[in-house]
């Protein structure tokens, strides 16, 4: 298993780097942060890596962090989730912002990677949910976005796009969805509601709404 490498870079592309290591050279694939902060060539650099060996290829991945690397190797546990994607993932979606995504269950962040459809972003955020304790104990993910506790802070955009959700499951076309959930937390201003009662208060609002009519 090869952790880390410390050594020279020879070359790099839009994908690859090459190091140098006691004469022996390293085609790594980077996430863009290494790309992003790559010295000139000729310079020395240190990378952690996660080595993979396949039937047709054994592959080695480079990254600016052990932090980094902690993220990808949590994503590539995810079913359906390779290394290409890994790599695509950690590239498009900076710590942080993946952090507050999941606290959110905000997918529509994940379905912005390239690569990475609906099912494939709700499937993630699943995934993720269920490890970030671990994400956020090895500092992949930043503790700031979850309680002290570890439990998810759930905030008020986060319950509102869950109870959207649910209507548009129920049917409901997006518009009327959204409307209906405005209506239900203007009721109750000031109070934030779970997911499960805001969708209450909307399918009543619903229910009023066609007696009235």
């Known amino acids: 298993m090869i952790g880390r490498i410390t050594g ?3 070359e790099l592309d839009a994908t690859h780097l090459l190091v ?3 004469g022996v050279a390293y085609e790594l694939e980077v996430s863009a942060n290494v790309l992003l902060a790559a010295p000139q060539t000729g310079t020395a650099l240190t990378l952690f ?3 993979v060996v396949r039937e047709d290829a054994q592959l ?3 990254f600016a962090s052990k932090h980094e690397r902690d993220l990808f190797r949590a994503f590539i546990k995810i079913n359906g989730v390779g290394p290409k994607l890994g790599l695509a993932l950690i590239s498009a979606l900076d710590p ?3 952090g507050v995504a999941v606290r959110d269950n905000n997918v529509s962040v994940l379905t912005k990677v390239p690569g990475v459809g609906r099912k494939t972003a709700e499937r993630l955020m699943i995934e993720l949910k269920s490890r970030i304790d671990e994400l956020t104990h090895n500092g992949a993910v930043p503790a700031a976005v979850v ?3 570890g439990a998810f802070v759930p905030s008020a955009q986060s319950q509102v796009g ?3 959700d649910a209507l548009i499951a129920l049917g409901y076309r997006p518009a009327e969805a959204q ?3 405005a209506a239900a937390s203007q009721q109750v201003a000031g109070e934030q509601l779970s997911a499960e009662a805001l969708v209450r208060l909307a399918l009543r609002g619903f229910v009023q709404s066609s007696g009235a009519s």
């Open 8 to 10: 020279k870079l020879i």
């Open 179 to 181: 409307r209906a959930v």
């Open 60 to 62: 080695l991945f480079g």
């Open 20 to 22: 140098d290591v006691a």
């Open 147 to 149: 309680s002290a506790d």
């Open 96 to 98: 942080h912002t993946l």
């Open 162 to 164: 869950e109870a959207e």
């Open 49 to 51: 890596t996660h080595f």
